[in-house]
T-cell receptor
Framework: EAQVTQNPRYLITVTGKKLTVTCSQN?????MSWYRQDPGLGLRQIYY???????DKGDVPEGYKVSRKEKRNFPLILESPSPNQTSLYFC???????????FGPGTRLTVL | KNEVEQSPQNLTAQEGEFITINCSYS?????LHWLQQHPGGGIVSLFM???GKKKHGRLIATINIQEKHSSLHITASHPRDSAVYIC?????????????FGSGTQLTVLP
């Protein structure tokens, strides 16, 4: 089954404790991206990647890092999480740009 | 400034009604997406448009490039259509690889 998976789905952590949210797709897609969704602000793009070793900043990259060492994986790294990074995070992939986006199930992160 | 506006923000309809959700954008685009977010939070892509009209089942999406406007129509609405509908665009200016999202339309269809 074609899908985008994210782990964990739910995470409660404390300020400053490094964490990684994994994202994996099994569709051989070149384009992958991370979004965060906040009440009143909607969805905003954090980072995206056009292919292996090619990443670029979206609208809200501060406080996040990404890497794309393999085509299928695009982890989101929070080196020192802060409470303002409490949000619902989505990973998505597509075979190109522009093309239909396939979204992961979301990761609800709470930073205390 | 590259902006996307959706209307209405909230919409309540009776089962069977014809529904229209609107999306306007400020400058030229290369593509427009309509997304559906279920009450559980998952997001599904409904359509991607760069011109004209697309239809899938009871859903129809249209785009008018000259007027910088798109509509999503739902015919014979059903309670299972209750969800948030989100418009997203790729602007030609700036980074065409980025998506900019509207604020979403919360649709509730009553039985």
């Amino acid at each position: 089954e074609a899908q985008v998976t994210q782990n964990p789905r739910y995470l409660i952590t404390v300020t400053g404790k490094k964490l990684t949210v994994t994202c994996s797709q099994n569709m051989n897609h070149e384009y992958m991206s991370w979004y965060r969704q906040d009440p009143g602000l909607g969805l905003r793009q954090i980072y995206y990647s056009m292919n292996v070793e090619v990443t670029d900043k979206g609208d809200v990259p501060e406080g996040y890092k990404v890497s794309r060492k393999e085509k299928r994986n695009f982890p989101l790294i929070l080196e020192s999480p802060s409470p303002n990074q409490t949000s619902l995070y989505f990973c998505a992939s597509s075979s190109g740009v522009p093309d239909t986006q396939y979204f992961g199930p979301g990761t609800r992160l709470t930073v205390l | 400034k590259n902006e996307v506006e959706q209307s209405p923000q909230n919409l309540t309809a009776q089962e069977g009604e014809f529904i229209t959700i609107n999306c306007s954008y400020s400058v030229g685009i290369s593509a427009l997406h309509w997304l559906q977010q279920h009450p559980g939070g998952g997001i599904v892509s409904l359509f991607m448009l760069s011109s004209g009209k697309k239809k899938h089942g009871r859903l129809i999406a249209t785009i008018n490039i000259q007027e910088k406007h798109s509509s999503l129509h739902i015919t014979a609405s059903h309670p299972r259509d209750s969800a948030v509908y989100i418009c997203a665009v790729r602007f030609r200016s700036g980074s065409a690889r980025q998506l900019t999202f509207g604020s979403g339309t919360q649709l509730t269809v009553l039985p």
